[in-house]
């Protein structure tokens, strides 16, 4: 049974850091893609980030140059560095392991982690 174990969340002031981890157990993916997820009250779940096996990686504009995605295979874990923080990230992020990625694109897989909340203060 796989299951994804988020941490890292938290609540910080605007230009502060925060570090996600996503591990997953009772499967391997190190031959799939990884991808962070974000969704805010009322608005649309939407990709932040995403990595390859070979460690491509696509970044949404608004995160661009900010956060950095990455990964472990040897622990299947995927990391999601966010610095410069700005209270418009404010969203509970979701990591999702097992996707395809290609031509910059990530189509996600059903394997979810359960959220965390990340409050940027401003």
């Known amino acids: 049974q796989v299951q994804l174990v988020e941490s890292g969340g938290g609540f910080v002031q605007a230009g502060g850091s925060l570090r996600l981890s996503c591990a997953a157990s009772g499967s391997t993916f190190s031959a799939n893609a990884m991808g962070w997820y974000r969704q805010a009250p009322g608005k649309q779940r939407e990709l932040v980030a995403a990595i390859s096996v070979g460690g491509e990686t696509y970044y949404a504009h608004s995160v661009k140059g900010r956060f950095t995605i990455s990964r472990d295979n040897a622990k299947t874990t995927v990391y999601l560095q966010m610095n410069s923080l700005r209270p418009e990230d404010t969203s509970v992020y979701y990591c999702?392991?097992?996707?395809?990625?290609?031509?910059?694109?990530?189509?996600?897989?059903?394997?979810w982690g359960q959220g965390t909340q990340v409050t940027v203060s401003s």
């Open positions: 999702n392991v097992g996707g395809d990625y290609s031509g910059n694109f990530y189509w996600e897989s059903h394997y």
